[in-house]
């Protein structure tokens, strides 16, 4: 299997990232600060307002290195993609696929079920560890329940029916995750997911690295000639990357909430690194996003044997190789899509 | 008789002599991993330590980079390199040149002599292209090998050649059906520039289905 590059974050504001040969070189106030060639380098993750060279631009397609751009609270952007992969093949598939109703509420299904797995895994997982704690009993039962919705999937034909049971899952899921909280429980009390904005610590925590898994799975997307716009659980909407919404569901649970909660349980993050604006949303400071940044990548390194590859790989190419799953599905290798679960 | 646009790369020879589904793999699904390997033979290639040196001045004309094509085989390329050998019989005349000179492809090949015979059919490939190009009979050429810096002769044989007919229909056969073929694993899989896109452990696997637990996936496709 691949190798699992670096990810390089620009965090301070005013640096400008351009392109000297093969290199990246990032410079502030006209000072080199930073040199690194680029096949070095998975993606780019730019927090600067200063920007990139197209030079450099050019060179990171050409090399498929991604590079997005997101706000200093982490708001998507925009990501720059290169030539399209020229697996016209696939990407037909994909769309004729998408097309069909009884396809997509297969794959639909697929993802699903991998969402709920994973989220019973980590109640579960909870359950076990504490199960002294006050809450235990609530996040068992919530662990049952998610098993239920998992056996009625089998029996939704639907897609709009498997769109439902998601969704009663997620409640479910939330309303018992302000329980995963065992430190700092005032702080970072958690009453229900808000987005848009994030009204509370937790929910600014977990929007950020969302976003962050997203952007990594619409790179993995293109890696293997997918088209990240179109997918199966996700309806199209203009400029939304549905697939690697969808390819995200299962992945939520394992590389970004339990994230989330060491963070908070190990006291790693703080209250006071999180600002409430006037209007009620929630930011982190600098200094909190950096170690954000740093915690993800260390995750990211680690290893595991893959459930249905029986690999080895770094956990964050399990965007890449569940991408290249779904495409060897796609193209008649597999007789469905089998995702990430967490033993 | 293939047309000009029906034409498919003269290196997808070897690709499909190695194994099928990396040929369906690089010129169906466009899936090429620029890997350490391919790249260090692109750069063999422009080296300028040049193993053809040995040059007897006026009996052997070297040209590289020789556009091929042959419409009986559909296949079109590019010969690292031709050499002319000055015959009394059996060549074609060359611009500016005295007397008859016979055609003699040479294929340079980073590594070693392979187990198999992916290499060999590349060069008699390119003979056969050769052959309908001018008009004259070839009848053997060479690889050379930089790990070992060794030439070894090809002769173009009967049996090479209908070697060569056969996997250039296969090759238009699976090219016309967009079809890759199933993967199956075997020892050359270790050596596989693409294994990381071709997965080829997943024949073996138990099917998605009862991965799952139950069988939450759709049924099997067509």
Same mark, same amino acid.
């Given at each position: 299997?691949?190798?699992?590059?670096?990810?390089?974050?620009?965090?301070?504001?005013?640096?400008?990232?351009?392109?000297?040969?093969?290199?990246?070189?990032?410079?502030?106030?006209?000072?080199?600060?930073?040199?690194?060639?680029?096949?070095?380098?998975?993606?780019?993750?730019?927090?600067?307002?200063?920007?990139?060279?197209?030079?450099?631009?050019?060179?990171?397609?050409?090399?498929?290195?991604?590079?997005?751009?997101?706000?200093?609270?982490?708001?998507? /952007?925009?990501?720059?993609?290169?030539?399209?992969?020229?697996?016209? *093949?696939?990407?037909?598939?994909?769309?004729?696929?998408?097309?069909?109703?009884?396809?997509?509420?297969?794959?639909?299904?697929?993802?699903?079920?991998?969402? =709920?797995?994973?989220?019973? &895994?980590?109640?579960?997982?909870?359950?076990?560890?504490?199960?002294?704690?006050?809450?235990?009993?609530?996040?068992?039962?919530?662990?049952?329940?998610?098993?239920?919705?998992?056996?009625?999937?089998?029996?939704?034909?639907?897609?709009?029916?498997?769109?439902?049971?998601?969704?009663?899952?997620?409640?479910?899921?939330?309303?018992?995750?302000? #329980?995963?909280?065992?430190?700092?429980?005032? &702080?970072?009390?958690?009453?229900?997911?808000?987005?848009?904005?994030?009204?509370?610590?937790?929910?600014?925590?977990?929007?950020?690295?969302?976003?962050? /898994?997203?952007?990594?799975?619409?790179?993995?997307?293109?890696?293997?000639?997918?088209?990240?716009?179109?997918?199966? %659980?996700?309806?199209?909407?203009?400029?939304?990357?549905?697939?690697? /919404?969808?390819?995200?569901?299962?992945?939520?649970?394992?590389?970004?909430?339990?994230?989330?909660?060491?963070? =908070?349980?190990?006291?790693?993050?703080?209250?006071?690194?999180? =600002?409430?604006?006037?209007?009620?949303?929630? %930011?982190?400071?600098?200094?909190?996003?950096?170690?954000?940044?740093?915690?993800?990548?260390?995750?990211?390194?680690?290893?595991?044997?893959?459930?249905?590859?029986?690999?080895?790989?770094?956990?964050?190419?399990?965007?890449?190789?569940?991408? *290249?799953?779904?495409?060897? #599905? /796609?193209?008649?290798?597999?007789?469905?899509?089998?995702?990430? %679960?967490?033993? | 008789?293939?047309?000009?646009?029906?034409?498919?790369?003269?290196?997808? !020879?070897q690709h499909i002599a190695f194994c099928p589904r990396q040929f369906a793999l690089i010129?169906?699904?466009?899936?090429?991993?620029?890997?350490?390997?391919?790249?260090?033979?692109?750069?063999?290639?422009?080296?300028?330590?040049?193993?053809?040196?040995?040059?007897?001045?006026?009996?052997?004309? !070297?040209?590289?980079?020789?556009?091929?094509?042959?419409?009986?085989? +559909? !296949?079109?390329?590019?010969?690292?390199?031709?050499?002319?050998?000055?015959?009394?019989?059996? +060549?074609?005349?060359?611009? $500016?040149?005295?007397?008859?000179?016979?055609?003699?492809?040479?294929?340079?090949?980073?590594?070693?002599?392979?187990?198999d015979?992916r290499?060999?059919?590349?060069?008699?490939?390119?003979?056969?292209?050769?052959?309908?190009?001018?008009?004259?009979?070839?009848?053997? $050429?060479?690889?050379?090998?930089?790990?070992?810096?060794?030439?070894?002769?090809?002769? !173009?044989?009967?049996?090479?050649?209908?070697?060569?007919?056969?996997?250039? +229909?296969?090759?238009?056969?699976?090219?016309?059906?967009?079809?890759?073929p199933?993967p199956h694993k075997t020892?050359a899989c270790?050596s596989c520039s693409l294994a @990381?896109?071709c997965?080829p452990?997943?024949?073996?696997?138990?099917?998605?289905? $009862?991965?799952?637990?139950?069988?939450?996936?759709? @049924?099997?496709?067509?």
């Amino acid at each position: 299997m691949r190798k699992l590059l670096n990810t390089l974050y620009v965090t301070t504001p005013h640096a400008y990232l351009s392109r000297d040969g093969e290199n990246l070189v990032a410079t502030v106030d006209d000072q080199e600060r930073f040199r690194v060639p680029i096949h070095n380098l998975e993606g780019i993750v730019c927090f600067n307002y200063a920007g990139t060279s197209p030079s450099l631009m050019s060179l990171c397609c050409e090399r498929g290195v991604s590079l997005c751009y997101l706000s200093e609270s982490g708001r998507f /952007l925009a990501r720059v993609s290169g030539r399209v992969s020229g697996n016209v *093949l696939l990407r037909r598939k994909q769309y004729r696929l998408a097309d069909a109703d009884a396809e997509t509420a297969g794959l639909a299904k697929a993802f699903v079920s991998g969402k =709920v797995l994973n989220c019973r &895994s980590v109640l579960m997982r909870f359950a076990r560890d504490h199960d002294e704690k006050e809450g235990s009993q609530e996040v068992a039962e919530a662990a049952e329940r998610l098993l239920v919705y998992f056996r009625a999937l089998d029996r939704s034909l639907s897609a709009d029916a498997i769109r439902g049971i998601e969704g009663d899952a997620a409640r479910a899921y939330y309303e018992v995750f302000r #329980h995963l909280i065992t430190e700092q429980k005032e &702080s970072f009390a958690f009453r229900g997911r808000s987005r848009r904005p994030p009204l509370d610590p937790m929910n600014a925590l977990l929007s950020f690295l969302y976003t962050l /898994l997203m952007m990594d799975c619409a790179s993995a997307l293109e890696t293997v000639g997918l088209d990240p716009q179109v997918g199966f %659980l996700h309806r199209d909407r203009p400029g939304r990357l549905s697939l690697a /919404l969808d390819l995200m569901e299962e992945l939520r649970p394992y590389l970004v909430d339990r994230l989330a909660l060491t963070l =908070v349980n190990n006291k790693q993050v703080s209250p006071n690194g999180f =600002v409430k604006k006037e209007s009620g949303g929630v %930011l982190m400071d600098a200094d909190t996003r950096k170690l954000v940044l740093t915690e993800w990548q260390k995750r990211k390194q680690e290893e595991i044997t893959h459930p249905f590859l029986e690999e080895k790989i770094s956990i964050g190419l399990i965007p890449y190789v569940q991408s *290249l799953l779904l495409a060897r #599905h /796609l193209r008649g290798d597999l007789d469905g899509y089998p995702p990430f %679960l967490v033993r | 008789m293939y047309l000009e646009e029906e034409c498919l790369p003269l290196s997808g !020879i070897q690709h499909i002599a190695f194994c099928p589904r990396q040929f369906a793999l690089i010129h169906i699904e466009c899936q090429w991993l620029e890997n350490a390997l391919t790249f260090d033979g692109r750069t063999m290639h422009d080296s300028t330590d040049d193993p053809f040196s040995y040059e007897a001045r006026g009996t052997v004309l !070297i040209t590289r980079a020789v556009p091929l094509v042959s419409t009986k085989l +559909g !296949i079109y390329g590019v010969a690292d390199v031709v050499e002319f050998r000055k015959c009394d019989f059996g +060549g074609v005349s060359l611009e $500016g040149r005295e007397g008859l000179w016979r055609p003699y492809p040479v294929e340079y090949k980073r590594g070693r002599p392979k187990q198999d015979d992916r290499d060999a059919v590349q060069v008699c490939a390119q003979a056969m292209c050769l052959e309908e190009m001018l008009g004259v009979r070839v009848d053997e $050429g060479a690889l050379f090998y930089g790990k070992t810096r060794r030439r070894q002769v090809v002769k !173009i044989g009967a049996e090479l050649r209908a070697r060569v007919e056969y996997l250039a +229909g296969e090759m238009h056969r699976l090219y016309d059906g967009g079809v890759t073929p199933p993967p199956h694993k075997t020892a050359a899989c270790e050596s596989c520039s693409l294994a @990381e896109v071709c997965l080829p452990g997943i024949a073996s696997r138990r099917s998605s289905k $009862g991965y799952l637990g139950v069988s939450t996936l759709e @049924e099997p496709r067509k």
